[in-house]
């Protein structure tokens, strides 16, 4: 069987605007290939605060609103005791794909929720705790699974393997298919024609 790579970070905006559209793809192929929810390292280790990059993240976020819909709330780029760092989240995401693998999906939608609409801190453990809880993992286990050297070690890893590939730009999507990468979508798309460009692909 095939694989559906998707490479995201959840402090992305057009990540998050991507939302339903890859959600669709996702439920399109459910059956016909793997999905691999890959942490691509959008900015980690950041170290400017919200209120010092609102005017640009602003800028992203009316862009991607108008684009895709999606909902978002801007208090948070007021906040000066928040820095722009994307580690954390993706740590988290790394830990429930650990953990409970099966919802690790849904769990990164709560955390780019989490982020937009509900403008949680991503600095904070109990932003994730509170969110694992949906899941049945105690804040217990999940916060001593986040501060683990391993699964750090296992979010670097993310990293450099999008790297690696040459992914640069998140959303990206990426079919492997009989031992070949073909990239479907470097950025925000339609899932109709990610749909489209992977049956093709498929099919041949």
């Known amino acids: ?108 939608e709560d955390v780019q929720k989490a982020f937009y609409f509900e403008n949680r801190n991503m600095g904070n453990l109990a932003t994730y705790t509170n969110l694992a809880k949906k899941y049945n993992v105690k804040a217990s286990v999940f916060g001593q699974s986040f501060q683990d050297e391993e699964i750090k070690q296992k979010t670097l890893e993310r990293f450099t393997y999008a790297r690696h590939l040459g992914v640069s730009v998140f959303p990206t999507t990426v079919l492997e298919n009989n031992d070949r990468l073909h990239l479907l979508a470097r950025g925000y798309m339609e899932a109709e024609l990610i749909i489209e460009r992977a049956d093709n692909l498929l099919n041949s």
């Open 1 to 108: 069987m095939g694989k559906l790579m998707y490479f995201a970070d959840p402090m992305c905006s057009w990540c998050y605007g991507f939302a339903p559209e890859i959600s669709k793809v996702k439920l399109h192929f459910q059956d016909k290939l793997e999905f691999h929810l890959v942490m691509g390292g959008l900015r980690p280790f950041g170290k400017e605060t919200m209120v010092h990059i609102a005017e640009f993240l602003r800028h992203h976020w009316d862009d991607v609103n108008q684009r895709s819909g999606q909902a978002f709330r801007y208090e948070i780029l007021k906040e000066t005791d928040m820095v722009y760092d994307t580690e954390p989240p993706s740590r988290a995401v790394v830990v429930m794909q650990e953990l409970k693998p099966l919802s690790a999906f849904a769990f990164f």
